[in-house]
């Protein structure tokens, strides 16, 4: 009888530690998936945050150029740019937005003086920009950021009405 009482004790020890084991695996799988999930929540929220971001900034930037002749579309060195015109003590300025090696970038330059795409400075990184403007006085921003998501957002100027094609 002895010996049946000593088996039965090491089975349910084995019992025990294997159950102790497969609990200890599942708790272990569980976490990495965990891991996983929270590192795929945060690059996505990064991502969101950059492209959505960028898109504010330019549409800021356009309501605080929005007087007639302060918005357009045009080129810096080849790369489609938003064009920004103000004065300042009577002199000329423009300031560029636009894409240029995996950022957005920002120049801000007298009317008179070359633009060059690489003396802008670095707003975020974004792997394309465009603007657009498929009716007169308002602009299509798009933005991709390095996920590869792309966003756009409409942003139309107030001080000019679009003609609507009356002339």
């Known amino acids: 009888m002895k010996f049946q009482k000593q088996g039965r004790h090491v089975v349910d020890f084995l019992f025990t530690l294997s159950l102790f084991g497969v609990f ?15 590192q795929n929540t945060v690059s996505n929220m990064e991502n969101n945050y950059t492209v959505r971001t960028s898109l504010t900034y330019v ?5 605080q150029h929005d007087e007639a ?12 740019a938003l064009l920004l015109n103000e004065e300042y003590d009577g002199v000329a300025y423009t300031t560029y937005i636009y894409a240029w ?23 975020m990184p974004v792997t394309d920009f465009s603007v657009t403007e498929p009716v007169s006085g308002t602009f299509l921003l798009s933005c991709k950021g ?3 998501e792309r966003m756009q957002m409409y942003v139309s100027l107030h001080s000019e ?4 094609g009356k002339k």
């Open 69 to 80: 002749g302060g918005v357009r579309i045009g080129q810096i060195g080849g790369a489609e």
């Open 101 to 123: 090696e995996q950022e957005l970038h920002e120049l801000f330059i007298r009317e008179d003086r070359e633009a060059k795409p690489e003396d802008g400075q670095s707003v």
């Open 24 to 38: 200890t695996i599942c708790a272990l799988i569980v976490a990495a998936i965990g891991v996983q999930v929270y």
């Open 161 to 164: 009405e679009p003609d609507h």
């Open 146 to 148: 390095q996920s590869g």
């Open 59 to 63: 549409a800021e930037k356009i309501r």
